[in-house]
């Protein structure tokens, strides 16, 4: 089966620590987004990566970073630098062309106690 | 004002009911358009891409209108099984995708 996958599924951290969420995806596409979602609001753009070893910054990179080392793989490290870190993570892709639609991943729920 | 703009609801309908949901976009040079369906505490999920000419699948009907900058989705004999939040995603070129914040709709029996 093709598709996206997160982990963990849900997630809690301590004030101060840095945490990765993992991204897999084996659909072979190119393109790979983070966004984050708050209630009642729409999806934010994080970092995006268009190929391996490069990657962008989204609207609200503040104390995120992430790696494209493989076409598969886009992990997303929150880093304590980020002040309110507390959100629902979605990881996307999709093969850039005239329509770009992208597909999500279930998604990464973190919790800073 | 937002880049794309919805009524966050939330619609209240019986099944079998038609109900419209509307959406406006600020950036008059985007290029293509969707609505995702997304459930309580899930991912979002493709629904529709949104064609110049208007696009149906079976009981969802999409349309778009580029001179007024609004897009559209219409679902026919709700079910239940439709309550869901209807988002409304722009792309504006390249990388560049808006995600509206959102449309709630409860179908109750």
């Known amino acids: 089966d093709g598709g996206i996958t997160q982990s963990p599924k849900y997630l809690f951290r301590k004030e101060g620590q840095n945490v990765t969420l993992s991204c897999e995806q084996n659909?072979?596409?190119?393109?790979m987004y983070w966004y984050r979602q708050d209630p009642g609001q729409g999806l934010r753009l994080i970092y995006y990566?268009?190929?391996?070893?490069?990657?962008q910054k989204g609207d609200i990179a503040e104390g995120y970073s992430v790696s494209r080392e493989k076409k598969e793989s886009f992990p997303l490290t929150v880093t304590s630098a980020q002040k309110n870190p507390t959100a629902f993570y979605l990881c996307?892709?999709?093969?850039?062309?005239?329509?770009?639609?992208?597909?999500f991943g279930p998604g990464t729920r973190l919790t800073v106690l | 004002r937002k880049e794309v703009e919805q009524d966050p609801g939330p619609f209240n309908v019986p099944e079998g009911a038609t109900v419209a949901f509307n959406c406006t976009y600020s950036?008059?040079?985007?290029?293509?358009f969707f609505w995702y369906r997304q459930d309580c505490r899930k991912e979002p999920k493709l629904l529709m891409s949104?064609?110049?000419s208007g696009n149906e699948d079976g009981r969802f009907t999409a349309q778009l209108n580029r001179a007024s900058q609004y897009i559209s989705l219409l679902i026919r004999d709700s079910k239940l099984s439709d309550s869901a939040t209807y988002l409304c995603?722009?792309?504006?070129?390249?990388?560049?995708?808006?995600f509206g914040a959102g449309t709630r709709l409860f179908v109750k029996a």
């Open positions: 659909l072979n596409h190119d393109a």
């Open positions: 950036n008059s040079a985007s290029q293509s």
């Open positions: 990566s268009q190929i391996v070893n490069d990657f």
């Open positions: 996307a892709s999709s093969m850039p062309g005239l329509y770009n639609e992208q597909f």
């Open positions: 995603v722009v792309n504006a070129g390249g990388f560049k995708t808006i």
């Open positions: 949104v064609y110049s």
